[in-house]
């Protein structure tokens, strides 16, 4: 094996390191930080650290690509989900998904484990590009930054009859599997997923502390999605 490290990073693609015969690891510049890009058995990786753009990862990825979250890092502001060609996964995961057991539910003692993306207003922390598609969530934690703001949706996929009014305008293809979604004791949050998509799996995951004063919350709801949607093996937590 063999490496090679550089003191600063430059505008454009800077070969960081060789390793053997099978992959190359360069750093790309964009305006909101870094990520860094490796290829290996024609499979690339994008790895984002604390200080990078996970949207700006998001906007890169391809069909086929991982995108590697830093487990412990924060990750604030509210993410979309693009519209890609083609019908590969782009796959969103921690970088210690590896410790997070297959097929079991997760759980908020283990909120190490996850990178922490986070909304720091009303928006959602993530949503969905009309028509998005073939995404999966492992081993992520969706919160807001505080419980300071009142949050309407901490995911929202797809919109309601209002915004979203034709099959071709609906996400579909996503997947959610061993994520921590949740507020605050005391804040407000009216639901932990918005599920106006089609064929949709949330599995495994922990939704919490989803309530609020005066009106009903749920920690999954959706009314203009045609599904199928698998719910399997979540803990499931709304007033």
């Not at 605050?184 to 919490?208: A, C, H, M, P, W």
């Amino acid at each position: 094996m063999m490496t090679k490290s550089v003191s600063s990073i430059l505008l454009g693609v800077i070969v960081l390191g060789i390793v053997g015969t099978l992959g190359i690891v360069v750093a790309i510049r964009r305006s909101a930080g870094t990520f860094s890009v490796s290829w290996q058995n024609n499979r690339r990786t994008i790895t984002v650290g604390p200080k990078d753009s996970v949207q700006a990862a998001l906007n890169a990825a391809q069909p086929g690509d991982t995108v590697v979250l830093q487990a412990g890092a924060v990750f604030r502001g509210s993410l979309i989900l693009p519209v890609k060609s083609g019908t590969g996964e782009i796959v969103i995961q921690s970088s210690r998904l590896a410790e997070l057991s297959e097929n079991a539910r997760v759980k908020p003692s283990q909120s190490g484990l996850f990178p922490k993306l986070q909304t720091t207003n009303p928006e959602p922390v993530l949503k969905t590009e009309p028509g998005a598609h073939h995404y999966r969530f492992v081993g992520i934690e969706f919160s807001p930054s505080d419980s300071s703001v009142k949050v309407y949706d901490l995911i929202r996929l797809g919109e309601s009859r209002q915004e979203q009014k034709a099959l071709d305008s609906v996400p579909h293809h996503l997947v959610f599997d061993r994520c921590y979604i949740h507020g605050f004791d005391k804040q407000d949050v009216q639901r932990g997923i918005s599920l106006n998509s089609s064929e949709t799996t949330i599995s495994n995951s922990y939704i919490s502390e989803i309530h609020g004063v005066g009106y009903d919350t749920q920690a999954i709801a959706g009314w203009n999605g045609p599904g199928p949607f698998h719910i399997i093996n979540n803990y499931l937590e709304g007033a």
